[in-house]
């Protein structure tokens, strides 16, 4: 079983206990679409796997786009400090990578609904092929 965080984790705990003194739920309300659940996750060992859960793309955008002030390299590989200093928020090289996260997400989203779309087509058109099965079977 896994007992260190992993890196990507602990440094978005790191960012929790720094900006809300640990309260995980507090952290939560800043992020959009992220619940105190889905965020404890990332903190705790998967009983089924017996490893610690990535912290998931969503999630990071979610920070980068929640919380400007925060180094995306330090977010993502840990290089430099977390907090930018010397950096103007919306620095162009950074909201280009925010910007590109984000793209890269909106674009799954609507390919995963595109999916969804396509297999409930699909279970509706199995569902019409069985009822004909059934009935030539009668």
């Not at 959009?32 to 996750?41: F, I, P």
């Not at 290089?79 to 996260?101: A, F, R, T, Y």
Request: avoid cysteine; charge should be positive; glycine fraction near 4%.
């Amino acid at each position: 079983m896994e007992t260190k965080l992993p890196n990507l984790n602990s440094r978005v705990k790191e960012i929790i206990e720094n900006l809300d003194n640990g309260n995980v739920a507090k952290f939560a309300k800043r992020l959009e679409n992220v619940s105190q659940q889905r965020l404890n996750r990332i903190f705790n060992v998967d009983t089924r796997t017996n490893k610690y859960p990535g912290v998931p793309d969503d999630l990071l955008i979610d920070i980068a786009a929640s919380i400007p002030d925060i180094s995306l390299d330090w977010l993502l590989t840990g290089k430099g400090e977390m907090l930018k200093i010397n950096q103007k928020v919306g620095d162009v090289k950074n909201s280009k990578i925010v910007n590109s996260h984000i793209n890269n997400y909106q674009i799954n989203s609507e390919l995963i609904d595109t999916l969804k779309e396509q297999l409930n087509k699909k279970d509706k058109e199995i569902d019409r092929l069985w009822s004909l099965i059934e009935k030539i079977n009668k």
